[in-house]
């Protein structure tokens, strides 16, 4: 099955795009998030939602600065409004003693969580693929977990609303953020394959 028939047939099966959507795209600029974007961009008309995408600068990289350029320009060329944060991942870790993979995930989504406030999105989608589904079921399953954690992520989730805390009221706004997975039943060898 080719991967856009996959994703389609995941986004259906999973009412993931509900029609007059804003969509924010988490886009890193490795080839997971550049395919969901370039799908989602094919789909986006069918479904009748407007794409939106978000690039967040982690602070980790010298070559990041040059990544989000990168993803800008793509957005300019597809005609695709494009938002570039920046954090500083380093301050977080050491601010609340967290690993650079949770203090990344928790700037991560605290910037798509405020964009998505920003530019009244109602859904964020993320590239995780059915390698990260794979590798996220293996650490439930090092750490200790129940049945429940052993079925790992899923197409449709909600943004945890301890990361969608407005920083300048200390609020948690009262509409809850779709968190859609298109690509999770789709490999990393097939999404290689497509870009």
């Given amino acids: 099955m080719d991967v856009e028939r996959l994703v389609r047939d995941t986004i259906d099966r999973h009412d993931l795009l509900p029609a007059g959507q804003r969509v924010i795209v988490a886009v890193s600029g490795g080839v997971d998030s550049l395919c969901l974007l370039a799908l989602l961009r ?15 600068n982690h602070g980790l990289r010298p ?20 938002t570039v944060g920046y954090a500083d991942v380093p301050g977080i870790m050491e601010s609340r003693r967290l690993s650079v993979e949770e203090a990344a995930r928790v700037a991560r989504y605290r910037f798509l969580a405020g964009l998505a406030r920003q530019v009244g999105a109602s859904v964020i989608a993320v590239g995780h693929q059915a390698d990260d ?55 990393r060898a097939q999404l290689v394959a497509y870009a």
């Fill in 133 to 187: 589904q794979a590798e996220t079921v293996l650490m439930h399953l090092i750490r200790g977990t129940g049945l429940g954690g052993l079925r790992g992520m899923q197409p449709l989730g909600w943004l945890d609303e301890t990361l969608m805390v407005d920083e300048d009221t200390g609020r948690t706004p009262p509409d809850r953020i779709r968190l859609i997975r298109p690509l999770l039943y789709v490999s």
């Fill in 63 to 82: 070559e990041s600065i040059a990544e989000a350029g990168r993803v800008q320009a793509l957005c300019s060329d597809w005609g695709l409004p494009c």
């Fill in 42 to 56: 094919a789909l986006a008309p069918g479904y009748g939602v407007s794409l939106h995408v978000g690039h967040l």
